[in-house]
């Protein structure tokens, strides 16, 4: 089987591409390998496929080339796409748009992702952007993230925990939340009665600011929460305690939080680090959006 260098460097892409779907990588494989004049039986065995899959994509990528290793469209229900994939549209519709570009298309993203070896429609991009309530075009952001490669692998372990948590462990969402205004209404509400709505109060008395720390079990939604005065590791260390104390010993831990001080400062770590029961998954810079809680 003969193959351009162009499309090597397409097939090197896909295999590349932590985003690809484990059947386009497998096809591509093939493909690599029959390229290199390995027969198709050693191939199956090498894959553990069958042969006539084997078969079926070499001769597809003689007939159609790379292309040819994409699913074709059907007719009937629409691909149902994974997590991954959804991610993938909402990191790149949140991320700079390329030199020459002023906004994010639904064509342009489609055709960015298919660079990753990605086969997305546009249609399908702007249905997921709808459903994320994320609109590149409207975006207000002061601040960009940039297009960190270390991004995709941060996200996509967050995303496998919350689909897949590892058995027997209890997987805790955790994070701070500092200046929550405290307020109460001016006066009491009004219950509903038959042919009238629940009235409540307009006008609210303001009691300064509050900041908690919290932590949320993912599986069952049920909230760790304390009110805090200072936002520090002294004050984060001491909700791990109390974590540790509340829950049963016998249990793994395994937190999920962000990359702010209190969570990355040297006493923080050293005090994990001292506690094996406690494991940590950082959410990459400037995704909030992938911490639950």
Known sequence: MTVSRKQDRKIRRILSSPLAAQ???LRA???QLAAQGMPGARIARHLGCAVATVRRWRERFRRRGVAGLFDRRRSGRREVHGPSRRLAV??????????????????????????????ISPSTVGRVLAEAKVRP?????????ADDPVFWTQAGAVCRLYLAPP?????????EKTGIQATSRRHPTVRPRPGRDERRE?????HGTVSIV????????????????RNDSVTFIGFLRRIEQCTDPAVPIHLIMDNGSSHTSRATRAWLQAHPRFTVTYTPKHASWLNMI
Do not use: C
């Open 214 to 229: 919290a932590a949320m079990d993912v599986a069952t939604g049920q909230v760790l929460a304390e009110r805090i005065g």
């Open 29 to 31: 494989r093939i493909v």
């Open 137 to 145: 075009h409207k975006v207000r952001g002061w601040l960009n993230r």
């Open 202 to 206: 307009f006008e609210y008395r303001r």
């Open 23 to 25: 059947a386009l990588a």
């Open 90 to 119: 909402v990191a790149v519709a949140t991320s700079l748009p390329p030199e020459g570009s002023s906004v994010w298309s639904r064509t342009l993203i489609a055709e960015h992702l298919a660079q990753r070896g990605l086969a």
């Open 167 to 175: 058995p027997g462990t209890l997987m805790l969402s955790v994070d």
